[in-house]
């Protein structure tokens, strides 16, 4: 099981660098991008909140790399992810997910990213200078996830893929 989580989880830090390059929302000082918070609540169901902090890390680092991402990137990917998970592992409920990916990312990590703004790229900006700008990100993407493990035929690939006994 553990090679089979490893690929998937490989398979989500490639769509998030190659798809999350190509969508994205430009809003103030950082950009949204809405295909990373659906593959954090997809994340969080599938395979739990660790691989999902660890793929919502590996994503922002490669697109911070690659020049496509921002510093902001980290602290409201990984605190959605690692939310949405601990509350989809204590409820098995989709929407307990996505709502765990949109306060994760939008409160606590567009608390956590002023610090960073102030103290590492140096522009002084308020303490709600990114929850409204996260929160459209997000709210979009996990708006997207919950509308795919709705879909019978999503749900079923998924199933296929990941094991019968993951999905609730």
Same mark, same amino acid.
């Given at each position: ?67 496509? #991402? ?14 949405? #998970? ?22 606590? #990590? ?11 790229? #140096? ?46």
């Amino acid at each position: 099981m553990k090679t089979k989580k490893l690929t998937i989880s490989a398979l989500f830090i490639a769509i998030g660098v190659l798809a999350g390059q190509m969508v994205y929302i430009p809003i103030g000082a950082s950009k949204c991008f809405p295909i990373q918070h659906t593959l954090n609540v997809l994340c969080a169901v599938f395979l739990g909140p660790w691989y999902g902090v660890v793929n919502a890390f590996c994503i922002s680092l490669i697109r911070n790399f690659m020049g496509t #991402g921002s510093l902001m990137a980290f602290p409201g990917s990984m605190m959605g992810a690692l939310l949405a #998970g601990q509350i989809y592992r204590m409820t098995k409920n989709n929407y307990g997910a996505a709502m765990g990916e949109i306060f994760g990312t939008s409160i606590l #990590g567009g608390f956590l990213a002023v610090p960073i703004a102030i103290f590492v790229m #140096g522009n002084a900006v308020g303490a709600f200078a990114y929850v409204v700008p996260f929160f459209i990100s997000t709210a979009g993407g996990s708006i997207i996830a919950v509308l795919l493990l709705k879909s019978k035929v999503f749900v079923q690939a998924a199933k296929k893929i990941v094991g019968e006994n993951v999905l609730h």
